[in-house]
């Protein structure tokens, strides 16, 4: 027998309102609790809009009355009847003015004790919630991100169709050019002992996409990079990918303004007020210590490096002599909280990020200071760095000097959000998004020894950088772009190479003979010898984005089947082994792990 025969489900629990009484209503869902009163019995009936309250009592056929007496939590319900006002309201719910008089129940489902209780904020360990993700995608917390998630998708797709973009779908099964993280591969059955690759990002296919013409495409596309996980990434991700034809960068920045704009507002009532302030990545460095800055509290780092090239203390003197710099930040009225304790904390995870040591001045309420290097200071110079440094009574300043600029601005910068913390400065319901231009074109890689694109290498660089390329890579900038949200890199795009002669010009650069240029791009090459229009574009990380809005700790609170750290999946239990039949299908063997390795 069909327990839905004669039922249809005409309403969603949460949706009922007081306006609704007295109206005849089918709700279906899972049973949050049961209680038992004797002679009333009340269900609340959970699905993913709420929870409307069932209600038996002596009215109640004995037959349905019975069967609520033996439904369970997580039980699935079908049950038809009455709105009426309840007697005892609950305040705490949308639907807490009223409940379902309930005439006709069928139990669809039963359901064993689930391994937790299905609650908003679960403290049930992560990792046991994630072997049972369908039981914890039922929390209506969860739901809530995942539908947020949907209604985000829809906006964008909404916004991209209005500004003339066509979406465009770009294989998963890609040639593989292993361009920084590492390639997920895929073997070819047909064509054994060959690999395809999942797509770290779908950019040449777009690019291609210009060439032939479509002007405007978008994607909302899976990516995946086979490299270490942290709360903010995961193996596979999702890509708001766009690419435009016939535009400059401030084109491509209008675009994505303007969509940060719609989707803030559109998705949780926020304004954002465009134009969104701008950083070149020298700027940032400079002021915050790194290339995704958080602009919501304050902490700049300040420059000591003119104040204290002639004191008395060598570890200032001999950073600034050797080409480097002494830079600090004060932390204001932060003495009760930055301890002796506190601070060596800071100068482990400082030594940590590469630097040497951390001094530091402690100043009391009276404005007495205690500071790690005064011994070897004359009164003068110490307050001079107090006046350089803006310190004041009640506050801590942490310094760090080394010959390496990168390492004082760097360790710097980590010092900055672990104190920022640390005080609870960080304000919470503020979004602070932000652009980072004129990137370095060039990294260099002290593992290669050698330089690499720091974006990619279809980026283009900046036109007054062309001419020394050759001669001064650390100098040269790129037209490349970020966007960063509450020290989040939510974006990063480019305008990009169309003149097939630079494009070999930077490969070669880069330690790519023609040979290998040709192997790994020549389709893009040969592509741009057709008629390449001038494009570029970006990627905006969905769930980086969707994270940050909703003010989660991770990634996975937004994604319905994450990863855990190790790239797993607790509930299906992959990756697995594969049996032998499949191997031998692919013409692969399996070497066994060595496990000191």
Request: aromatic share 8%.
């Given at each position: 027998?069909?327990?839905m025969?004669?039922?249809?489900r005409?309403?969603?629990?949460?949706?009922?309102?007081?306006?609704?009484?007295?109206?005849?209503?089918?709700?279906?869902?899972?049973?949050?609790?049961?209680r038992?009163?004797?002679?009333?019995i009340?269900?609340?009936?959970?699905?993913r809009?709420?929870?409307?309250?069932?209600?038996?009592d002596?009215?109640?056929?004995?037959?349905?009355?019975?069967?609520?007496?033996?439904?369970?939590?997580?039980?699935v319900?079908?049950?038809?009847?009455?709105?009426?006002?309840?007697?005892?309201?609950?305040?705490?719910?949308?639907?807490?003015?009223?409940?379902v008089?309930?005439?006709?129940?069928?139990v669809?489902?039963?359901?064993?004790?689930?391994?937790?209780e299905?609650?908003?904020?679960?403290?049930?360990?992560?990792?046991?919630r994630?072997?049972?993700?369908?039981?914890?995608l039922?929390r209506?917390d969860?739901?809530?991100?995942?539908i947020?998630?949907?209604?985000?998708?829809?906006?964008t797709r909404?916004?991209?169709?209005?500004?003339g973009?066509?979406?465009?779908?770009?294989?998963?099964?890609?040639k593989?050019?292993p361009?920084?993280?590492?390639?997920?591969?895929?073997?070819?059955?047909?064509?054994?002992?060959?690999?395809y690759?999942l797509?770290?990002?779908?950019?040449?296919?777009k690019?291609?996409s210009?060439?032939?013409g479509?002007?405007?495409?978008?994607?909302?596309?899976?990516?995946?990079?086979?490299?270490?996980?942290?709360?903010?990434?995961?193996?596979?991700?999702?890509?708001?990918?766009?690419?435009?034809?016939?535009?400059?960068?401030?084109?491509?920045?209008?675009?994505?303004?303007?969509?940060?704009?719609?989707v803030?507002?559109?998705?949780?009532?926020?304004?954002?007020?465009?134009?969104?302030?701008?950083?070149?990545?020298?700027?940032?460095?400079?002021?915050?210590?790194?290339?995704?800055?958080?602009?919501?509290y304050?902490?700049?780092i300040?420059d000591?490096?003119?104040?204290?090239?002639?004191?008395?203390f060598?570890?200032?003197?001999?950073?600034?002599?050797?080409g480097?710099?002494?830079?600090?930040?004060?932390a204001?009225?932060?003495?009760?909280?930055?301890?002796r304790?506190?601070?060596?904390?800071?100068?482990?995870?400082?030594?940590?990020?590469?630097?040497k040591?951390?001094?530091?001045?402690?100043?009391?309420?009276?404005?007495?200071?205690?500071?790690?290097f005064?011994?070897?200071?004359?009164?003068?110079?110490?307050?001079a760095?107090l006046?350089?440094?803006?310190?004041?009574?009640?506050?801590?300043v942490?310094?760090?000097?080394?010959?390496k600029?990168?390492?004082?601005l760097?360790?710097?910068?980590?010092?900055?959000?672990?104190?920022?913390?640390?005080l609870d400065?960080i304000?919470?319901?503020?979004?602070?998004?932000?652009?980072?231009?004129e990137?370095?074109?060039?990294?260099?890689?002290?593992?290669?020894?050698?330089?690499?694109?720091?974006?990619?290498?279809?980026?283009?660089?900046?036109?007054?950088?062309?001419?020394?390329?050759?001669?001064?890579?650390?100098?040269?900038?790129?037209?490349a772009y970020d966007?960063?949200?509450?020290?989040i890199?939510?974006?990063s795009g480019?305008i990009r190479?169309?003149?097939?002669?630079?494009q070999?010009?930077?490969?070669?650069?880069?330690?790519?003979?023609?040979?290998?240029?040709?192997?790994?791009?020549?389709?893009?090459?040969d592509?741009?010898?057709?008629?390449?229009?001038?494009?570029?574009?970006?990627?905006?990380?969905?769930?980086?984005?969707i994270?940050?809005?909703?003010?989660?700790?991770?990634?996975?609170?937004?994604?319905?089947?994450?990863?855990?750290?190790?790239?797993?999946?607790p509930?299906?239990?992959c990756?697995?082994?594969?049996?032998?039949?499949?191997?031998a299908?692919?013409g692969?063997?399996?070497?066994?792990?060595?496990?000191n390795?």
């Amino acid at each position: 027998m069909d327990l839905m025969t004669g039922l249809k489900r005409t309403d969603y629990c949460g949706a009922l309102r007081a306006e609704d009484i007295g109206k005849k209503v089918t709700v279906c869902g899972w049973v949050q609790r049961q209680r038992d009163l004797g002679s009333l019995i009340f269900v609340d009936l959970r699905d993913r809009t709420g929870i409307i309250q069932l209600a038996f009592d002596e009215s109640t056929e004995k037959e349905i009355f019975d069967k609520a007496f033996t439904v369970r939590s997580e039980y699935v319900l079908m049950a038809k009847g009455t709105v009426r006002e309840r007697s005892s309201k609950n305040p705490d719910i949308p639907t807490g003015d009223i409940e379902v008089e309930v005439e006709d129940l069928r139990v669809l489902s039963k359901s064993e004790t689930p391994p937790f209780e299905i609650t908003e904020n679960s403290q049930t360990a992560e990792l046991t919630r994630l072997k049972y993700r369908y039981l914890d995608l039922r929390r209506p917390d969860l739901q809530r991100n995942i539908i947020m998630r949907h209604k985000i998708a829809k906006i964008t797709r909404d916004y991209f169709d209005e500004n003339g973009f066509i979406e465009i779908e770009t294989p998963i099964l890609i040639k593989s050019t292993p361009e920084g993280a590492r390639d997920y591969l895929v073997p070819s059955r047909i064509h054994k002992g060959k690999f395809y690759a999942l797509p770290q990002s779908p950019q040449l296919y777009k690019q291609l996409s210009m060439v032939a013409g479509f002007d405007r495409y978008m994607q909302i596309a899976r990516c995946f990079r086979d490299e270490d996980l942290r709360a903010d990434r995961q193996p596979e991700f999702t890509q708001i990918d766009l690419e435009m034809s016939f535009v400059d960068m401030e084109d491509v920045l209008a675009i994505g303004e303007g969509y940060m704009e719609r989707v803030f507002r559109e998705a949780l009532g926020v304004e954002i007020k465009l134009p969104l302030p701008r950083l070149t990545y020298k700027e940032a460095m400079e002021r915050f210590g790194s290339d995704k800055p958080d602009t919501r509290y304050g902490l700049e780092i300040t420059d000591l490096t003119d104040t204290v090239k002639n004191c008395g203390f060598g570890v200032f003197t001999g950073a600034v002599n050797e080409g480097g710099s002494v830079r600090c930040i004060t932390a204001k009225k932060a003495y009760s909280v930055l301890t002796r304790k506190e601070i060596d904390k800071l100068t482990d995870a400082a030594k940590g990020n590469g630097a040497k040591g951390l001094a530091y001045i402690r100043i009391d309420d009276s404005g007495e200071y205690n500071a790690s290097f005064s011994k070897f200071m004359t009164d003068d110079e110490m307050a001079a760095i107090l006046k350089t440094s803006g310190a004041e009574a009640g506050d801590v300043v942490l310094i760090v000097g080394d010959k390496k600029n990168s390492i004082v601005l760097t360790v710097l910068g980590a010092l900055r959000q672990t104190v920022a913390k640390k005080l609870d400065i960080i304000p919470d319901g503020k979004y602070n998004l932000l652009w980072i231009t004129e990137f370095p074109f060039f990294d260099w890689d002290e593992d290669l020894g050698q330089y690499v694109a720091m974006h990619h290498p279809f980026t283009s660089p900046m036109d007054e950088c062309l001419d020394y390329l050759e001669t001064d890579k650390a100098n040269v900038r790129a037209k490349a772009y970020d966007l960063v949200l509450n020290g989040i890199e939510l974006c990063s795009g480019s305008i990009r190479i169309t003149n097939s002669e630079l494009q070999s010009r930077i490969f070669t650069l880069l330690g790519l003979s023609d040979e290998e240029a040709h192997a790994k791009f020549g389709y893009l090459l040969d592509a741009f010898k057709y008629g390449a229009p001038p494009h570029g574009g970006m990627g905006i990380g969905l769930d980086r984005l969707i994270m940050q809005m909703l003010g989660c700790e991770s990634l996975r609170d937004v994604i319905a089947y994450p990863k855990v750290q190790n790239a797993s999946e607790p509930m299906t239990d992959c990756p697995a082994n594969v049996d032998d039949i499949q191997l031998a299908d692919l013409g692969i063997g399996i070497i066994a792990a060595n496990e000191n390795n």
